[in-house]
């Protein structure tokens, strides 16, 4: 029965989708815009989902450039949100000094954009609600994590995003990432003839660093805390009075992460006590939560992919963490998140040269159709109550 689904929405695809999906992916790629910056690239996805029917909310909560777009079925059923991409990253051309899309933020647009068009066309049998969500800033602000907070995945029963990456992998590892951000406030002195008039602030904030070296010893191994100073002073013979440093702070799990923050933020209040510097710390960036992996999520969408012909799935590349606010969204209702691999003439990274170069080729059309078809089928495995309950019950003993 499934083999039969598949060839019916491969022939769908090719008779109604495919242009248009293909067209999305090639437009966003050659409109690439800074995060929070998306106005084209948004405006263009929901005018695409419009003329299919969808309802239109941009912008969506206080994000500008963030929408909703929305298409009930015909019979009641769970919401299913596919959550969009659409920014760029800087420091390509020539000159190095231009826009591109070289984590495939294109290619995700058109994924979810592709998806609503396949099921504008079914939506007599649409069991439920799709809402494809512009989830703006991902390389930067991260929106998710404001969207998250504004409560806009409240009423989401399941959500799905698709990556291109270097291979197959249906159980990425994301580290949850806090971000701290430390202002001492000392004396200014003549360094040399009233030093003993001074408050040192670049003292704090070394002994800051100091601190978090000792901390290290007692880590677990998964965590990692990496900081730069951006502001130590003004000139040699000047005690410097106000001093910066930024912190980041990753863990495998949420819980860890907040607990080895207040441990830093006991340290910067120690190195206020040590040298008399007052301290202010705030978070600079969004907070990033770990992506919580559904086994019997990812296993039902991996057996979707591999009917379509995406290959075999890695087993984990917990090796090579990063943080994404994709990761917010995992804790608030169950989250279906994958990567497929890009192919192309050799392997190429997210963020490569050669990835954005391979973006352009056949390969990427080739994954965005199985990539969409693949998610079609995952939707069609939800209508099966018994497969929504065991999802549900995983992600409630794993969600904390």
Not at 289 to 299: A, R, V, W
């Amino acid at each position: 029965m499934k083999n039969e689904r598949k060839k019916r929405l491969e022939q769908l695809y090719v008779d109604c989708v495919q242009q248009k999906a293909e067209e999305i992916s090639k437009w966003i790629y050659d409109h690439p815009e800074d995060g929070d910056q998306e106005f084209l690239s948004s405006a263009y996805l929901c005018e695409q989902l419009k003329e299919e029917g969808f309802s239109v909310q941009l912008p969506y909560g206080s994000l500008k450039t963030a929408f909703r777009c929305e298409l009930k079925g015909s019979k009641p059923g769970p919401t299913y949100a596919f959550l969009a991409e659409y920014d760029a990253l800087p420091g390509y051309g020539e000159e190095h000094n231009e826009l591109g899309h070289a984590c495939g933020h294109n290619w995700i647009g058109a994924v979810c954009a592709g998806v609503g068009l396949m099921f504008a066309q079914m939506k007599e049998e649409l069991e439920g609600t799709i809402v494809i969500m512009g989830t703006p800033a991902e390389e930067t602000t991260g929106g998710k994590c404001v969207l998250v907070e504004e409560g806009a995945f409240d009423d989401v029963d399941f959500a799905f995003q698709l990556h291109l990456g270097a291979e197959n992998n249906a159980h990425v590892v994301t580290l949850a990432m806090d971000s701290l951000e430390f202002t001492f406030h000392g004396l200014a002195a003549h360094a040399a003839a009233y030093p003993h008039l001074g408050v040192n602030a670049l003292d704090a904030v070394n002994l800051m660093f100091t601190g978090i070296s000792y901390l290290r010893q007692q880590m677990r191994n998964d965590t990692r805390v990496h900081g730069i100073i951006t502001k130590g002073g003004e000139a040699c013979n000047i005690i410097p009075d106000l001093c910066v440093c930024k912190f980041y702070i990753r863990a495998a799990d949420k819980a860890y992460m907040e607990e080895i923050s207040a441990k830093i933020i006991n340290i910067a209040k120690g190195a206020s006590l040590m040298t008399g510097a007052q301290m202010e710390y705030r978070n600079f960036e969004n907070t990033y939560y770990d992506l919580i992996n559904l086994e019997s999520f990812q296993q039902l969408y991996v057996e979707n992919a591999k009917l379509c012909g995406s290959g075999d799935f890695v087993d984990s590349d917990a090796d090579a963490s990063g943080s994404s606010d994709v990761g917010n969204v995992s804790h608030v209702c169950p989250m279906m998140y994958s990567e497929l691999a890009l192919g192309g003439p050799t392997p190429a990274y997210a963020h490569d040269v050669k990835f954005l170069e391979y973006l352009k080729l056949p390969c990427a059309d080739d994954k965005l159709k199985k990539g969409i078809i693949s998610l079609c089928l995952t939707v069609f495995d939800l209508y099966e109550a018994d497969q929504r309950a065991s999802i549900c019950k995983e992600f409630e003993s794993k969600k904390g």
